[in-house]
């Protein structure tokens, strides 16, 4: 089991900068990725930026080059730093951990969510 936290959303004005933070705790040893994903009002969630503990990093293309993933692996974070922030990036940001080694037994553990609200 895989406990996420996260912190940082807000309001922001159109252009302004937020940074998202998110603590993991539990079986930490066994996460092979850590990311986050976003879901706006009458949306899918998508994924925003993804770090494989191997350092491979995965963005959105609608944040390629606004936002940049940092993850500590020693101390089990993951960070988000969102820069020229638009109305649209206006959603629900969770933290994401994929977990387990063996893909057979690998599982998706999500934090509780946290607002981001980019004003125009």
């Known amino acids: 089991q895989v406990q996420l936290v996260e912190s940082g959303g807000g309001l922001v004005q159109a252009g302004g900068s937020l940074r998202l933070s998110c603590a993991a705790s539990g079986s930490t040893a066994s996460i092979v990725a850590m990311g986050w994903y976003r879901q706006a009002p009458g949306k899918q969630r998508e994924l925003v930026a993804l770090?494989?503990?191997?350092?491979?990093?995965n963005y959105a293309d609608s944040v390629k080059g606004r936002f940049t993933i940092s993850r500590d692996n020693a101390k089990n974070t993951v960070d988000l730093q969102m820069n020229s922030l638009k109305p649209e990036d206006t959603a629900v940001y969770y933290c994401?951990?994929?977990?387990?080694?063996?893909?057979?037994?690998?599982?998706?553990?999500w934090g509780q969510g946290t607002q981001v609200t980019v004003s125009s």
């Open positions: 770090s494989s503990t191997g350092g491979s990093t």
């Open positions: 994401y951990a994929v977990v387990g080694f063996q893909i057979i037994t690998r599982k998706d553990y």
